[in-house]
Each structure stands twice: as structure tokens, then as C-alpha cells.
């Protein structure tokens, strides 16, 4: 079946330094991911929407510019977490939308730590 | 080790019948229980949640599930469906224990196609 690799599945990382969250495909072709926070406790909560080779969308109240993503090719998406701090801690996970209709299927999800 | 499973992975329903879309899980300990729902070309939404208290639980768009223990289930029902229910649900448990960031298992989806 269909896999999505999320690395690294945990990290813990000092405040002020940044973070990569990658997001891969390994057997199938994805057009759109998607990428969710989780707080302790709470249901998931969508920051933004990525397609292949264009601008992600993000939701309201998502800084763009503390939560970079690229999108460069059909199996990879990143997350970069900048200039963490500790309320950025938390669970991240992604999604990605197969592109000839196989389904969505979610990754590991990547718990982070900033301490 | 948690897991969820959603026996069905596409259901065709005809508009205005009922539905009925299972999920069982496997667990531990204690868990939160999620449904969620994914309209073509856009992310997840949260239907429902059972943290607590009354094991059924009312979401949004007619949406509900009742959580049964003894059968580890939270089935998503809804008794009149639209055409616009069209889309792909999502079942997800999280252990929610304290300390934990509360990371969230997945189903595999159900695909429901609300036909005319």
C-alpha cells in the first residue's frame, strides 16, 4: 500500500534554532500535501496546503514566514520550523493526496520538542 | 501499540439513506477518539470527538458516532445523507496520555459517494 515517510519522527531542538520536518511519498506520485499541528490532547489543526511547484496556502492565523514550505517536487514536501520556541512544540503531521485518485494517506508525524 | 481500522474502504450510498461508516480500534489505555472528513482538494476537518462523558457524541453536518467500549468501535452515522457528504472520512485515536503531545493514529479512510 501507499507510504508516507515523515522524518524525523522526534526532535528536540534548542530555542531560536530551526527545524526541518520532510514529508516524502515513497510509492506514489502526490500533487497536493497537507500539513496539520497537533496540540496535547486536541484534534489536528490544518496550517497550510501544498502543490507541487507553487506557493502553499496557509490558514488563518499560520505565520508563513515562521512555517516555511516547499513543495519541489511530486514526492517531497518540508516543513521548516523557524526561530523555534518552546510554544512551538508540538506534534506535526502531513498527508499527502495521491495524484490519480489512490486516496490520502498520512505520515508518522514528527514530535517536536524545543527546549 | 494503537491501530484503527475502518472496515470499508469506499461506501456508495444513495442521497437521503442512511449511513453508517465503522471503525474499530485497538488500545492499551484510554483514548480520545476523532472523525474527520476530507472534501476533495482540501485538508482535514474535525466532524466529532469523543474525549469523555456521553458515549454519543453530535458533530457538525448531521453527523454522529457512539462510542462502545466493549466493542472498541466509534461508528460515524448519519441518518439522511447529501450529496455534498461526498468525500473521504476519516477515523483517528490518540492516547492523549498525560505528557504526551497526544499523537494521532490514523485509518486507512472511507471513500462515501452519495449518488442521486
Known amino acids: 500500500g501507499a507510504v508516507v515517510s515523515q522524518h524525523p519522527s522526534r526532535v528536540i531542538c534548542k530555542s531560536g534554532t530551526s527545524v526541518k520536518i520532510e514529508c516524502r511519498s515513497l510509492?506514489?506520485?502526490?500533487?497536493?500535501m497537507f500539513w496539520y499541528r497537533q496540540f496535547p490532547k486536541q484534534s489536528l489543526m490544518l496550517m497550510a496546503t501544498?502543490?507541487?511547484?507553487?506557493?502553499?496556502?496557509?490558514e488563518q492565523g499560520v505565520e508563513k514566514d515562521k512555517f516555511l514550505i516547499n513543495h519541489a517536487s511530486l514526492t517531497l514536501s518540508t516543513l521548516t520550523v523557524t526561530s523555534a520556541h518552546p510554544e512551538d512544540s508540538s506534534f506535526y503531521i502531513c498527508?499527502?493526496?495521491?495524484?490519480f485518485g489512490q486516496g490520502t494517506f498520512f505520515g508518522q508525524g514528527t514530535r517536536l520538542t524545543v527546549v | 501499540a494503537q491501530s484503527v481500522t475502518q472496515l470499508d474502504s469506499q461506501v456508495p450510498v444513495f442521497e437521503e439513506a442512511p449511513v453508517e461508516l465503522r471503525c474499530n480500534y485497538s488500545s492499551s489505555v484510554s483514548v480520545y477518539l476523532f472523525w474527520y472528513v476530507q472534501y476533495p482538494n482540501q485538508g482535514l476537518q474535525l466532524l466529532l470527538k469523543?474525549?469523555?462523558?456521553?458515549?454519543l457524541v453530535k458533530g457538525i453536518n448531521g453527523f454522529e458516532a457512539e462510542f462502545n467500549k466493549s466493542q472498541s468501535s466509534f461508528h460515524l452515522r448519519k441518518p439522511s445523507v447529501h450529496i455534498s457528504d461526498t468525500a473521504e472520512y476519516f477515523c483517528?485515536?490518540?492516547?492523549?496520555?498525560?505528557?504526551?503531545?497526544?499523537?494521532?493514529?490514523f485509518g486507512k479512510g472511507t471513500k462515501l459517494s452519495v449518488k442521486p
Open positions: 483517528a485515536v490518540s492516547d492523549g496520555s498525560l505528557g504526551s503531545q497526544g499523537n494521532l493514529i
Open positions: 510509492d506514489f506520485q502526490a500533487t497536493t
Open positions: 498527508s499527502a493526496r495521491a495524484l
Open positions: 469523543y474525549l469523555s462523558g456521553s458515549t
Open positions: 501544498s502543490n507541487e511547484g507553487s506557493k502553499a496556502t496557509y
